[in-house]
């Protein structure tokens, strides 16, 4: 069956890439094979009856829970995303929508961050539904992932006016919803979508270019720094590392 993960409903001619394998990768050029990627009492007896077995003097009650059941992650990503809606501590939620706050699997073994919400994330609520978003969910596929099983996250919740880079203040800002989200979610592997999102989990002097393809460590979690989805759109010759990035991403997890 030809498959053709990236490339067949592009909105525009500037996304109009083939993200097939690869012609000239290693394996099967324009396959995806590396991705097929309890007491009661002792009732009276007869005296001719056999004597009952005695009970325990002191049997064991019932267990009893002594907390109250803690909430799973969903529940509590829901009771977060509530919060997070609510939210001002900076500016740039006196000029976007509102708040985009993430959406995915809370049991991701992956775990997407961006860099913040589009005009089209903006106006759904929803993250990577542009363009970008788009090709996002064709990368995925293509390596064998779908979007449903991953969770999407931005490191600034609140779209920043004209697509600008978020400033380190709103960054920070920002920083406790998205560390509560990677606590909760507790993913395998973190995938950092360019170089906003690479900085904030890695460090603010990282480089993206130099970074993207190799494995870091944030709490006991792998990190693969890539390029944004965006990029590529603006730069197809980036089309490459970031499927190579990814199969990597598919190989740390495994089949
Ligand atoms: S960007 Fe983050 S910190 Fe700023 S208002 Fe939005 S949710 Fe709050």
């Known amino acids: 069956m030809k498959h053709q993960p990236w490339g067949e409903s592009q909105p525009s001619d500037q996304m109009a890439l083939d993200f097939t394998q690869p012609a ?14 309890g007491l009661g ?10 004597a009952p077995a005695p009970a325990p003097a002191s049997a064991p009650a019932p267990a009893t829970p002594v907390t109250a059941p803690v909430p799973d992650a969903s529940a509590q990503l829901d009771a977060l995303r509530a919060d997070a809606l609510g ?22 073994r992956v775990l997407l961050i961006g860099e913040g919400p589009g005009q089209v994330e903006d106006d759904t609520g929803r993250p990577f539904v542009g363009a970008a978003g788009q090709l996002l ?5 293509a390596v064998g992932l779908r979007r449903e099983e991953v969770y999407i996250a931005n490191v600034v919740k609140c779209r ?7 400033t380190p203040a709103e960054r ?5 919803w998205l560390d509560r989200q990677i606590e909760l979610i507790a993913p395998a592997v973190m995938v950092c979508l360019g170089a906003s999102s690479a900085q904030v989990i890695l460090g603010d002097e990282l480089r993206i270019t130099q970074a993207r393809g190799r494995w870091f ?3 006991e979690i792998k990190v693969m720094p890539t390029f944004h989805p965006a990029a590529i759109l603006r730069d197809p010759s980036k089309r490459r590392p970031v499927w190579e990035d990814f199969k990597k991403v598919k190989e740390a997890l495994g089949s």
């Open 160 to 166: 920043p006016p004209g697509n600008r880079i978020p």
């Open 137 to 141: 969910d064709r990368i995925l596929e």
């Open 87 to 108: 939210c001002h501590r900076c500016g740039l939620r006196d000029t976007c929508k509102g708040v985009v706050f993430g959406e995915g699997d809370p049991r991701a």
């Open 172 to 176: 920070a800002a920002c920083r406790p």
């Open 217 to 219: 460590d944030y709490n």
């Open 24 to 37: 000239d990768a290693p394996g099967h050029p324009g396959q995806l094979s590396l991705w097929d990627v």
């Open 41 to 50: 009492r002792v009732a009276s007896a007869p005296i001719s009856a056999p």
